[in-house]
Each structure stands twice: as structure tokens, then as C-alpha cells.
């Protein structure tokens, strides 16, 4: 079994399913010791169990400030130190027409696609930085960050700040020894994306088909290869990497205008996923 994590202890959000799942799964198989932080309490606790003693499960909404740093504390209380924050937890948020879009929804929005990953970033370097030893920092954003289109107005907005904030912040940090990047994925087969696609949150084989439709190598992108492209950014590997965008989606095509299909869909079942915490 490869090691390229041991020792390391690592805080993901958006643990309990899809990507931060997957995340989780990569970093304790290498290794690591992971704090997973969700608002799916049952989910969570069962991928936490799953993972064994390596792992522990905080119950944590990434839009309040003070769950964040508790969970960062949570991480140097049961195991000691923090080497990595992956700020991975999201929603879809707020859709429709720029003149139609609820306040209370953008913001909320915002808050759970931005600001919990400020709050992270934040609390991660706070920790990182009075350790001495350095560290790594993954900020999960998405394809709409580098291109429009691909996203609601506030998704794109909003994982645009991410990609702004991992390389404002890159420069500052590296003189404490500690890297900051995001990953951009493209349409990755998740509960999210197939309750967003189908109604279903447990459809993931019509969500393949239906999130597929523009891969250019005979295939969605699943949990797995955005693990995989964390891991790679949290070791020694990437040790001379920070403000970089990684992004993963097999250069896929953008067929048409994607953005049209987020201005018309409905906002009830986008909502109901963000409660959930798909």
C-alpha cells in the first residue's frame, strides 16, 4: 500500500458524500488521518466508520465561520496537528434569470461556495502557520470557474472568487512553507448532479449518461479522479505547486449554451439539494 500521505492529518468538507467522500477515502488509503465535516450527520458518520480509526466525522455547516474553525480544531485535538485543508463542500445554489434571482438565495449562495472556503483558508493557515511545518491548502472549484456558461450566474461567480482567492492568497502563505490550489472539475457523477439531472439523487447511471453527454473520452468524470488529482496536490509530489488551477475534465466540449439550461430550470429541486446537503 502507497504511503504518500502518512503521517499527515487533513480537515475535508463535504465529507459525508460524491467528491469529499472520495477525497476522504484517497487520503486515509495514503495514509493520512481525516477530520470529514458535513451536515449529513448519518452519511457522515457512516463513510467515518467506514474509513476506521483513521477517521472522524464533525457535524459542521461550511456557511458559519465558527463550525469551520471548529472542526479545524477538532482535527489537532483527536489527532494532533493539521497538514491540509481540502475546502470542498457546495451546492449548486441560486438559478433562474439574472432579474429573477432571489437576494436571500444569492447570498446563501455565496456563502456556501465562497465564504466557506475563505473561512477554511483562514483557519487552516491559522493553524499551519503557529505549527511551523507548512501545508497544503485544495480549494474544490469547478470549470465554471474558468469559463462562463458551464454554471448558474452565482455558481459561476462564485467559483470564480475561489480560483481568485486560492491565488491572491498563494504568495502570502508560501512564506510559511504552506501551498494553495484548486481543482476545477468538469460534470462529475455525484448524488447532487443526479438529483439536479434526474429528480433522483440515487440515479447515477442515467446521471452518467445525461452528465456524459460532452466527455470526450467515453466517459463522465466520477468521485474518484478528482481524488485523486487532491492527493496528488497534498504531496510531496506537488511540493513546488501553489496558485495553480488544476483542472480535470478530460477537455470536454462545451455543446451549445449551457448557461440557458440554468436560467430555465426551476429553483425548488436546486433548493431542496442544498438542505439536504447533496
Not at 467528491?19 to 486515509?28: L, P
Not at 454554471?151 to 486560492?166: D, S, W
Request: glycine content about 14%; overall charge negative.
Amino acid at each position: 500500500m502507497s504511503t504518500r500521505l502518512e503521517g499527515q492529518v487533513a480537515v475535508v468538507t463535504g465529507a459525508a458524500s460524491g467528491i469529499g467522500a472520495a477525497i476522504a477515502e484517497r487520503f486515509v488509503e495514503e495514509g493520512a488521518r481525516c477530520v470529514l465535516v458535513d451536515i449529513q450527520d448519518d452519511a457522515g458518520r457512516d463513510v467515518a466508520a467506514r474509513l476506521g480509526d483513521n477517521a472522524s466525522y464533525v457535524h459542521g455547516d461550511v456557511s458559519v465561520e465558527d463550525d469551520v474553525a471548529a472542526a479545524v480544531t477538532a482535527a489537532v485535538e483527536r489527532f494532533g496537528r493539521l497538514d491540509c485543508v481540502v475546502n470542498n463542500a457546495g451546492i449548486l445554489g441560486a438559478v433562474g434569470p439574472i432579474a429573477e434571482i432571489d437576494g436571500a438565495a444569492w447570498r446563501r449562495t455565496v456563502a456556501v461556495l465562497l465564504d466557506s472556503v475563505f473561512y477554511g483558508t483562514k483557519h487552516g493557515a491559522r493553524v499551519m502557520i503557529d505549527q511551523g511545518s507548512g501545508g497544503v491548502i485544495v480549494n474544490i472549484a469547478s470549470t465554471a470557474g474558468v469559463r462562463a456558461g458551464l454554471g448558474p450566474h452565482v455558481y459561476t461567480a462564485a467559483k470564480q472568487g475561489v480560483i481568485g482567492l486560492t491565488q491572491s492568497v498563494a504568495p502570502e502563505l508560501g512564506r510559511h512553507g504552506i501551498r494553495v490550489n484548486a481543482i476545477a472539475p468538469g460534470g462529475t457523477v455525484t448524488s447532487l448532479t443526479a438529483y439536479v439531472t434526474t429528480g433522483d439523487a440515487g440515479d447515477l447511471g442515467e446521471a452518467s449518461k445525461r452528465v456524459g453527454r460532452g466527455a470526450t473520452i467515453g466517459r463522465p468524470a466520477v468521485p474518484l479522479d478528482i481524488a485523486n488529482a487532491a492527493l496528488f496536490l497534498a504531496s510531496a509530489e506537488a511540493g513546488y505547486i501553489s496558485g495553480a488551477v488544476l483542472v480535470v475534465d478530460a477537455a470536454s466540449e462545451v455543446i451549445g449554451d449551457k448557461s440557458l439550461r440554468f436560467v430555465e430550470m426551476g429553483a425548488e429541486i436546486v433548493q431542496e439539494a442544498g438542505r439536504t446537503g447533496l
